[in-house]
């Protein structure tokens, strides 16, 4: 990834936070001389590993998990909040006019050697974690257990799972770094202005990130 200095996040708890609060990743794999793309909800272990081990599920039928375990790795991309940005929210415009639209994100690339799980129990505790997992927000949280056994036996056969102990993390955070105070503030409260939550995640990061007076 094209990280300039500025735009570097390197805190590992910063890192996990944002994969764990945008769980939906992008897997992608070599697969001979093609890339091969998945999506899929992963779990996040940080106790394992020096920077954590991502946990998930694909379908059998999905091809990607047969070119797992050679000696190139994997990359999971998790996106964090983004947003449009225009010039007209910046004050220096109107002094030089040296602004051109451009793009505020938040995003994380994880590394590591990706391996298939078959183990129907492995599959089992994995799908129980990550229902738990998502299902907290519900005000009649569903539970695996909810569900005929032999039903979810057939749904587990039907899935293959995914572990990857990661070797790399790389976050980008880009958030206005590059622009004077003046125009950081301006940025923020713009965002704040608007009515999508995205852009009220984003102008949070901004204002984590204004220079000192």
């Not at 999506?39 to 998990?65: I, M, Q, Y």
């Not at 298939?116 to 257990?145: C, F, G, K, M, Y």
Request: include cysteine; charge should be neutral.
């Amino acid at each position: 990834m094209y990280l300039p200095e500025q735009f570097q996040e390197s805190r590992l708890s910063v890192l996990h936070d944002l994969i764990r609060s945008h769980p939906f990743g992008a897997l992608v794999v070599l697969a001979g001389t093609e890339l091969l793309g998945a999506h899929l909800p992963f779990l996040l272990c940080s106790e394992r590993g020096d920077k954590g081990t991502l946990c998930g599920h694909v379908a059998r039928a999905n091809p990607v998990w047969k070119h797992f375990g050679g000696s190139v790795e994997a990359l999971a991309i998790f996106q964090g909040p983004h947003a449009y940005i225009s010039p007209s929210w910046y004050p220096s415009k109107e002094t030089d006019g040296r602004a051109v639209p451009t793009w505020n994100y938040a995003v994380v690339h994880a590394y590591g050697a990706p391996r298939a799980i078959e183990d129907p129990n492995w599959l089992h505790e994995h799908v129980t974690q990550l229902s738990a997992a998502h299902e907290a927000v519900q005000i009649h949280p569903w539970n695996v257990s909810d569900a005929p056994h032999e039903y979810i036996g057939g749904m587990i056969s039907g899935i293959v799972g995914v572990e990857i102990q990661l070797s790399r993390l790389e976050g980008k955070w880009k958030a206005s770094q590059n622009r004077h105070r003046a125009d950081q503030l301006s940025v923020a409260a713009a965002l704040e202005s608007q009515s999508s939550e995205r852009s009220r995640a984003m102008a949070q990061l901004v204002r984590q990130r204004i220079k000192d007076p």
